[in-house]
């Protein structure tokens, strides 16, 4: 384990670093944006259980740097930030957070336009699905994605695009995984802001290790295929509606009552209710993935996210999350005929956030979280406070 997560460690590095020479020569009218920042988080139920739960104190401090680099036509934002996190109780959890991005949206001539980006991620596993396991789990993660359109007439384009993951946790090898994902758009602008198409994509995602039920060893390794109808709207400069609704098959390698065929589709709507106020509504039904679980996840919800800059200095942002999970992937389930397991997830949070100087900025976030199970030991609630302060140096 350890060999690989050096793997995905030397991997992103050297991405990054490929990044970084690429823009030596950008020109000295850049921003470059050093910060160091506090952090106080307190969690009532640290380990995610139903009973006994126990409450605990988390103290950060950590340090970052931002950077706009501009080449040309070629945008590159950059970006570190390295932590250090202590828990008052249980300092057997106390680690180190790295997170690693860079990013880059390019333009060719007048027709070719895209965007390449990744990040690297250091820190410890939840425990969202651990009920039992109160040790500490390294976890690192690697993303990448990447995008390429081309315009073939002044109505027409193409986009080509690319995704990539991969999961790296210490000791609960099950949830390691690899992703790998690609899709191919056709748009036709019907009118001013008005765009229609067609997206095929196809996802695989492959499991390290195989999950292992009594003397049998089962892959939950799967592929999904979507082909969807898209549709970009914007009314005005105060409302945009971007929406996807199409048919999603996912197919397993083994055990393929796991399969699944249905409908899948995310509609985002943002609307600019007024000059200091947004409200942003989302809905979904789709069938992926989720960090530290074997299993294929059919997630469908709503969430709505209201924005709202109080004074010139004082900002707030709320939201209120419906999520319900049905896991289809359960190899257990699958393979001793029981019941798949099906979460509900209602969820609400609220953050303010106060510019005290130009360099300075006070921040405090809320969050409240319901989990209801089939499974009882992975019921669960639990309520955040967060107070921070981040200073640009």
């Known amino acids: 384990m350890k060999m690989r997560k050096r793997t995905v460690i030397v991997s992103s590095n050297l991405m990054l670093c490929l990044v970084f020479l690429s823009v030596a020569d950008a020109q000295i009218g850049d921003t470059i944006h050093p910060y160091a920042y506090a952090r106080v988080l307190q969690d009532d139920n640290l380990f995610r259980v139903n009973t006994n739960e126990e409450k ?29 996190a202590t828990y008052d109780k249980a300092d057997n959890l106390d680690h180190k957070n790295m997170n690693l991005n860079g990013n880059l949206n390019w333009v060719v001539g007048s027709d070719w336009r895209g965007r390449f980006g990744v990040k690297y991620r250091e820190t410890i596993a939840s425990f969202n699905e651990t009920a039992t396991i109160r040790s500490r789990d390294d976890r690192a993660t690697l993303t990448s994605q990447g995008s390429a359109g081309y315009s073939f007439s002044p ?18 090898l099950n949830s390691d995984f690899d992703r790998f994902g690609y899709s191919t758009e056709l748009r036709y602008a019907t009118g001013a802001k008005t765009k229609v198409g067609v997206k095929i994509g196809i996802t695989n995602v492959d499991f390290e290790n195989d999950t292992i039920i009594g003397s049998d060893t089962i892959s939950s390794d799967f592929s999904n295929r979507v082909l969807s109808g898209t549709f970009s709207w914007e009314g005005s400069s105060k409302s ?27 509609i ?9 106020s947004q409200l ?9 993935t989720r960090f530290e679980v074997d ?7 709503v969430s709505i996210r209201p924005r709202w800059n109080i004074t010139s200095k004082l900002s707030s942002s709320m939201m209120l999350r419906y999520n319900k999970l049905d896991f ?7 393979l001793l005929g029981g019941v798949s397991r099906e979460d509900t997830i ?30 009882p030991i992975q019921e669960y609630s639990y309520n955040t406070y967060r107070l921070g302060i981040r200073a640009r140096l």
């Not at 384009?157 to 990539?164: E, F, H, N, W």
């Open 280 to 288: 942003k509504f989302s809905l979904w039904r789709e069938a992926t």
């Open 268 to 276: 985002n709507y943002l609307w600019q209710t007024t000059a200091k």
């Open 328 to 334: 289809r992937g359960d190899a257990n389930a699958s």
């Open 155 to 172: 109505r027409w384009d193409i986009i080509g695009s690319m995704r990539t993951a991969r999961l790296r946790i210490d000791n609960r």
């Open 346 to 375: 209602n969820s609400i949070s609220l953050a303010l956030g106060y510019q005290i100087s130009r360099v300075i900025k006070l921040d405090f976030r809320f969050i409240t979280h319901d989990r209801d199970s089939n499974v």
């Open 295 to 301: 299993s294929l996840v059919i997630s469908q919800g």
């Open 56 to 84: 605990d104190t988390l103290t950060a401090l950590g340090a970052g740097v931002d950077a706009l680099l501009i080449l040309s036509r070629q945008r590159i934002n950059l970006g570190a930030q390295f932590e250090r």
């Open 240 to 266: 945009k509606l971007d929406a996807r609704i199409g048919w999603t098959d996912v197919e397993h390698d083994e055990l393929t009552d796991r399969d699944f065929s249905g409908q899948s589709s995310r």
